[in-house]
């Protein structure tokens, strides 16, 4: 169990880290759309026939409110958006296509949202293949979605895996009717083991669940619960997260329940160990942060074999130096530099009815951020980094912050390198916050990120 004074004193708000430099501290004012672009061609021809890219394609609409969630989503029962949408996200994804000087190789696609299951399968399909058409598809791809267990279909599933998709991830949170209904999303047993098998059946070799700790009205036992039904589903993977309570940034949606109703800090860590504790018995192996995977998946082989990625879609088990971002509010990554998308529809629609990349802000990376992003990456993926003394030098104050974690016996650091131990897993975004040189040279004066415990 995890030392509670030390909980008290690294409970702070901190960033999740699935990029550096963090959105928050983009440098704006140094950003251009043209800049971003030459950025990509730049990375595409380094990497493209090497490795080849990734594509996330954001697909926003859902047919209710979950009160737990930060994503960009949109909210409507009425599915003749969907034909509309998947027009913008296909004039994006030519837009792209035109300017690359090569064709693409499609390495890892995945489906996010809102409710990427919220379109129908033909409609899915028509993006798809349209998508691919422009395309090679890498022979050692990973293709992926997110599916809701209560509208995920057998056509869905069976739709995309002959598209090439063998991995879905099922938001399952909790299995308490309590909590459900607090963060209004009422689903039975019933239905996640339902389109679990049916994913099993097809041929899926990947499929994940997503728990989440620190829910309100969540307590020991009700994840305890949680974790025996999901022992008896058997997912390849499980992503076990840490709710983020971000109600000043996405607002009404994150406001359903009381303060109160909430997990304290040292209860939701006592949630998380626990569980932790469960995952690791019934045959889990926990990946960087938040993830266990059987022997079996891919991720754990991954990890391993030190293959393992981390982007804005998470830990990812293949790694591309280029990821574009299509639909609303997606994040673009071409090692070089960052673009996210606007975050509306409205805006979206405009600016590709005018032939323009909808893209409103982003980060061209300097060198500093390019050694730094890569420190974290490896802390983030591996629990250890390397370097040389010209770091060492260079930095003294990462190294001075980095001294209070060694004191507190959760790293470990040599001559050249830093090892995170068993007990620092805890810590990993309060150690990768050593690093944030942009972070620590303008603190934040109003809420930002959520809690890191």
Partial sequence: MTDTNLIQKYNVPGPRYTSYPTVPYWNENNFTIESWLSSLQKSFLESNTKEGISLYLH??????????????KRIT????????????????????????????????????????????????????????????????????FEGHPNNTTYDHLKTLYDLGFRRVSFGVQDYDPEVQKAIHRMQ?????????EIAREIGYD?????????????????????IKITESLHPDRIAFYSYAHVPWIKGVGQRGFKEEDLPSGEEKRELYEKGKELLEKIGYWEIGMDHFSLKTDSLYQSMLNKKIHRNFMGYTSSSTQVMIGLGVSSISDSWYAFA??????EEYYAKLENN?????????????????????????????THYDTKFLNDFPEIFDRLREFEDDHLIQITDNSIFVKEEGRSFIRNICMAFDLRMMENAPQTKLFSMTV
């Fill in 59 to 72: 697909l926003p609409f859902c047919e209710s409110l979950c009160t737990f969630c930060a994503c960009n």
């Fill in 77 to 144: 029962k009425q599915h003749n958006v969907e034909t509309p949408y998947i027009e913008a996200v296909l004039k994006e994804w030519m837009l792209y296509v035109n300017l690359l000087p090569e064709k693409p190789i499609i390495r890892e696609i995945h489906l996010g949202g809102g409710t990427p299951s919220f379109f129908s399968p033909d409609n899915l399909r028509f993006l798809l293949e349209n998508i691919l058409s422009e395309a090679i598809v890498h022979p050692d791809k990973e293709f992926s």
């Fill in 188 to 196: 039975p047993v019933e239905n996640v083991k339902e389109v679990t």
């Fill in 206 to 226: 990947s499929i994940s669940h997503d728990l989440v700790f620190g829910l309100p009205f969540q307590n020991l036992d009700k994840v305890i619960n949680t």
């Fill in 340 to 345: 996210q998308n606007v975050k509306t529809l």
């Fill in 356 to 384: 323009e990349f909808p893209v409103f802000k982003g980060h061209i990376l300097t060198n500093e951020d390019l050694l730094i992003r890569r420190h974290i990456l490896n802390l983030m993926c591996l629990l250890e």
